[in-house]
């Protein structure tokens, strides 16, 4: 007897979980952080061009697969959008959107014009009412993680990038203050659960790589929507964010004692933000030591995604990638 499709019959693949979209986030960033390198070393051309094209094809792919679950498990989706943890992730599916609206932007401005207005308006919606959430009380201490950035802090961010993209710099100030002081309030609690109550458990430990994308994030928007030479602030956000991936490197072993999995695609954004911000600093003026750090964080930050490209091809070739669940038994 053949056991494999015994098995089979009795449970199937998972749904995507929103989740993964932390991988288009993270494909979508590392494209960017190629097109900023590009203007200030020489490159080939060509790898810009098509990490942009590769990245926008899995964003694409990626929404498919999530409108799918909505249309065929619908009860899955909603019970995701109800936990509190994994609702947060719902929101990289506009953070998703705003990055491509940037990567389209050389090539079609109308069309990234048009991914902007989604993005944008979708995530003041899921924000307003992810975080409305939190205000209502009741949320326990283990479930406070830094997933709580991603409805308010990630997407303000990258909006006002988006928005200073397109000319708008008026528009990209005032998500980049609904970033800032939405980021100060969420990490002040993150930072007070971490403190006082139990450690977090293995499964979610991953979700501490987010730790790192606001301040470089931030940083990332604060360029966009400033002119000149970096100034001191741009300088203090580029330091916070080193000391956050300092302190992230210190906790690798006890983050690891997790096995991998998609989740921990939470480190991608950050990591490709970081040497983004860097370049960014070099290509309006800063000299020095920033030019060679700018280089050393992009190629850290290549090794790191192609590290995480690696786990993730690796499981879904173990078909390890998607969880099975028990199949819906029909009745006669």
Do not use: C
Not at 10 to 16: G, K, N, Q, V
Not at 182 to 202: C, G
Not at 245 to 263: D, E
Request: hydrophobic share 55%; proline share 6%; no cysteine.
């Amino acid at each position: 007897m053949d056991t494999r499709n015994e098995s089979n019959h009795a449970a199937e693949r998972a749904p995507l979980p929103v989740a993964f979209f932390g991988i288009a986030v993270g494909i979508l960033a590392l494209a960017g952080a190629w097109r900023a390198a590009a203007k200030i070393w020489t490159l080939p051309h060509a790898v810009p061009v098509m990490l942009t094209a590769g990245a926008l094809a899995l964003w694409i792919a990626l929404m498919a697969a999530y409108a799918h679950k909505w249309l065929t498990h619908r009860d899955d989706a909603i019970a995701e959008m109800r936990h509190p943890v994994q609702s947060s992730f719902a929101a990289l599916a506009p953070v998703s959107t705003l990055l491509a609206a940037q990567a389209v932007q050389a090539y079609s401005h109308g069309l990234a014009i048009a991914l902007f207005a989604i993005g944008a308006l979708s995530q003041l919606a899921l924000g307003a009412y992810l975080h409305g959430r939190v205000w209502q009380g009741g949320r326990k201490p283990e479930l406070t993680t830094p997933a709580m950035y991603l409805p308010t802090v990630a997407p303000s961010f990258v909006a006002a990038t988006a928005a200073a993209g397109l000319g708008w710099t008026q528009l990209g100030a005032i998500f980049f203050g609904a970033g800032v002081f939405s980021w100060l309030a969420i990490e002040s609690m993150i930072l007070h659960r971490a403190a006082v109550h139990d450690p977090l458990p293995e499964a979610l430990r991953p979700s501490l790589g987010i730790q790192l994308a606001p301040p470089v994030v931030g940083g990332v928007s604060y360029l966009a929507i400033t002119h000149g030479v970096p100034d001191v602030f741009a300088y203090m956000l580029l330091g916070y964010g080193l000391y956050q991936a300092l302190m992230l490197s210190r906790l690798v072993p006890w983050i690891r004692q997790q096995a991998f999995a998609p989740s921990y695609w939470a480190f991608s954004f950050g990591v490709a933000a970081l040497p983004t911000m860097a370049i960014r600093m070099v290509e309006r003026g800063a000299t020095g030591a920033m030019e060679l750090l700018a280089l050393g964080l992009f190629l850290a930050g290549n090794v790191v995604i192609g590290i995480l490209i690696a786990g993730t091809i690796r499981a879904m070739l173990n078909g390890k990638l998607l969880p099975f669940q028990p199949a819906q038994v029909k009745q006669a």
